[in-house]
C-alpha cells in the first residue's frame, strides 16, 4: 500500500527516512539480485506491438521507454529521439541536491528560499531573472518540486547546488547521455510555446526516452544515490499528485507507484517505477509531443501504461530464451 502523506516536519532524518520506505523499496533481495537483460524477448516484441497499435493513429509525436529492472526485457518506441522534458527534469533536480546532502555540503532541514520570476522590463533576457521568495526548508521544497510540481521551489533548488550547470554534471556523473538541462524552469515556463513540440525536434531541456529510462534505473538500483536518498526521492515520487488521469489511471486499484508528470503546451509526460504482484520494478518513461490536448494525451499515456503493466506483470514461460537484440 502507499505511504501516509508526509507531513512537514521540523528535523527529518535519514533513519525516519528509511523506516518509512514504501513497498516500492521493499523489494526481496532474490529479486533485486536478477541482472537486467541487454536483449528483446517475445514478451517484449509482443508487448511493442500492442503499444504501437495502440498509438498508431496518434498525431505528433510519442516516445516510449520501458524495462522490467529485476527480470530483464525492455520496449522502445522512438527511444533515442529527443523530447520536452517540461517538470520530469525534476527528478535530476532532486537527485542533484541529494547527493550534495550525502557530501556534507547541503541538509534537507537547512532554510532555502523559493525562487520566483520577476517581470522583465527592457525585453526578453536569456535567462529569466528571478528573486528570493519564501523561505522553507529543502525538505519542503522537494515537498513540493516533486508532488505539486511546484516551479518556484524548484528554481529554489536549483539555485541552492549552484545553478542548472551542477544538473548537468551530475548526469554525466552517472552516466545519463541523451538528457540536458539548458535553463531554469521560469525561463522554460516563460518560453513555453515558441516551438511546435510535435513537429519540432528542440534539444534543449530535452531527454530521450532511453535517458530517461537509464536515470530512473540509475536510481533504482542504487547506483545514482545511497539508499537513504534513494529512500527520500523515491518516498516522495509515490505521493506526486498531478497527473491522475495518466499513468495512474492505467494502473490497478492499489498499485505502489514513484512518478513524476511533465507538462506544457502541446507536451504531456509522465515517468516512473511501478512495483509488480511479484515484486519486480517497471521503469517506464512515456513523452507525448502532439496537438490533441493534454486530455487526450493523458488517455493515451493511460492505456499505454496499462499495456505494460499486463504484458510485464507476466512471468515469462519457464526457460523461454530471448531472441533478438536491441
Same mark, same amino acid.
Not at 85 to 111: D, N, Y
Given at each position: 500500500?502507499?505511504?501516509?502523506? !508526509?507531513c512537514?516536519?521540523?528535523? +527529518?532524518?535519514?533513519? @525516519?527516512?528509511?523506516?518509512?520506505?514504501?513497498?516500492?523499496l521493499?523489494?526481496?533481495?532474490?529479486?533485486?539480485?536478477?541482472a537486467?537483460?541487454?536483449?528483446?524477448?517475445q514478451?517484449?516484441l509482443?508487448?511493442?506491438?500492442?503499444?504501437?497499435?495502440?498509438?498508431?493513429?496518434?498525431?505528433?509525436?510519442?516516445?516510449?521507454? @520501458?524495462?522490467?529492472?529485476?527480470?530483464?526485457?525492455?520496449?522502445? =518506441?522512438?527511444?533515442d529521439? +529527443?523530447?520536452?522534458?517540461?517538470?520530469?527534469?525534476? =527528478?535530476?533536480?532532486?537527485?542533484?541536491?541529494?547527493?550534495?546532502?550525502?557530501?556534507g555540503?547541503f541538509?534537507?532541514v537547512?532554510?532555502?528560499?523559493?525562487m520566483?520570476?520577476?517581470?522583465?522590463?527592457?525585453?526578453?533576457?536569456?535567462e529569466?531573472p528571478?528573486?528570493?521568495?519564501?523561505?522553507?526548508?529543502?525538505?519542503?521544497?522537494?515537498? !513540493?518540486?516533486?508532488?505539486?510540481?511546484?516551479?518556484?521551489?524548484?528554481?529554489?533548488?536549483?539555485?541552492?547546488v549552484?545553478?542548472?550547470?551542477?544538473?548537468?554534471?551530475?548526469?554525466?556523473r552517472?552516466?545519463?547521455v541523451?538528457?540536458?538541462v539548458?535553463?531554469?524552469?521560469?525561463?522554460?515556463?516563460?518560453? $513555453?510555446?515558441?516551438?511546435?513540440?510535435?513537429?519540432?525536434?528542440d534539444?534543449?531541456?530535452?531527454?530521450?526516452?532511453?535517458?530517461?529510462?537509464?536515470?530512473?534505473a540509475?536510481? $533504482?538500483?542504487?547506483?545514482?544515490?545511497? +539508499?537513504?536518498?534513494r529512500?527520500?526521492?523515491l518516498?516522495?515520487?509515490?505521493?506526486?499528485?498531478?497527473?491522475k488521469?495518466?499513468?495512474?489511471?492505467?494502473?490497478?486499484?492499489?498499485?505502489?507507484?514513484?512518478h513524476?508528470t511533465g507538462?506544457?503546451?502541446?507536451?504531456? $509526460?509522465?515517468?516512473?517505477?511501478?512495483? !509488480?504482484p511479484?515484486?519486480?520494478?517497471?521503469?517506464?518513461?512515456?513523452?507525448?509531443?502532439?496537438?490533441?490536448?493534454?486530455?487526450?494525451?493523458?488517455?493515451l499515456?493511460?492505456?499505454?501504461?496499462?499495456?505494460?503493466?499486463?504484458?510485464?506483470?507476466?512471468?515469462l514461460?519457464?526457460g523461454?530464451?530471448?531472441?533478438?537484440?536491441?
Amino acid at each position: 500500500m502507499l505511504l501516509r502523506t !508526509l507531513c512537514y516536519p521540523k528535523i +527529518p532524518s535519514w533513519i @525516519a527516512a528509511l523506516a518509512a520506505m514504501p513497498a516500492l523499496l521493499m523489494t526481496t533481495p532474490s529479486v533485486h539480485s536478477r541482472a537486467p537483460a541487454t536483449m528483446q524477448d517475445q514478451r517484449d516484441l509482443t508487448i511493442q506491438q500492442t503499444i504501437e497499435s495502440i498509438i498508431g493513429h496518434a498525431r505528433g509525436r510519442i516516445g516510449i521507454a @520501458a524495462a522490467d529492472l529485476d527480470g530483464g526485457g525492455q520496449v522502445l =518506441i522512438h527511444g533515442d529521439m +529527443p523530447f520536452p522534458m517540461a517538470s520530469t527534469v525534476k =527528478i535530476a533536480v532532486a537527485g542533484t541536491f541529494l547527493t550534495g546532502v550525502e557530501q556534507g555540503r547541503f541538509s534537507l532541514v537547512q532554510p532555502l528560499p523559493m525562487m520566483m520570476p520577476v517581470a522583465e522590463r527592457r525585453g526578453r533576457s536569456s535567462e529569466a531573472p528571478l528573486r528570493a521568495g519564501p523561505t522553507m526548508s529543502a525538505q519542503q521544497l522537494m515537498e !513540493l518540486m516533486i508532488t505539486r510540481s511546484d516551479n518556484h521551489a524548484t528554481d529554489g533548488l536549483i539555485t541552492a547546488v549552484g545553478g542548472i550547470g551542477a544538473v548537468n554534471a551530475w548526469l554525466a556523473r552517472n552516466g545519463i547521455v541523451g538528457q540536458h538541462v539548458d535553463s531554469t524552469i521560469a525561463t522554460m515556463v516563460r518560453d $513555453d510555446g515558441r516551438i511546435n513540440p510535435a513537429t519540432t525536434i528542440d534539444t534543449r531541456n530535452a531527454s530521450t526516452p532511453r535517458a530517461m529510462l537509464a536515470l530512473l534505473a540509475a536510481i $533504482d538500483r542504487g547506483s545514482a544515490l545511497s +539508499p537513504q536518498s534513494r529512500a527520500v526521492l523515491l518516498d516522495t515520487m509515490t505521493r506526486t499528485s498531478t497527473g491522475k488521469n495518466r499513468m495512474r489511471a492505467g494502473l490497478p486499484d492499489g498499485t505502489v507507484f514513484a512518478h513524476k508528470t511533465g507538462t506544457l503546451q502541446g507536451v504531456t $509526460d509522465d515517468v516512473g517505477i511501478i512495483r !509488480l504482484p511479484d515484486g519486480r520494478h517497471l521503469a517506464l518513461a512515456i513523452f507525448v509531443a502532439g496537438p490533441e490536448g493534454h486530455t487526450a494525451h493523458a488517455t493515451l499515456i493511460a492505456q499505454i501504461t496499462r499495456a505494460l503493466y499486463d504484458g510485464y506483470a507476466k512471468e515469462l514461460p519457464h526457460g523461454e530464451t530471448q531472441q533478438s537484440r536491441r
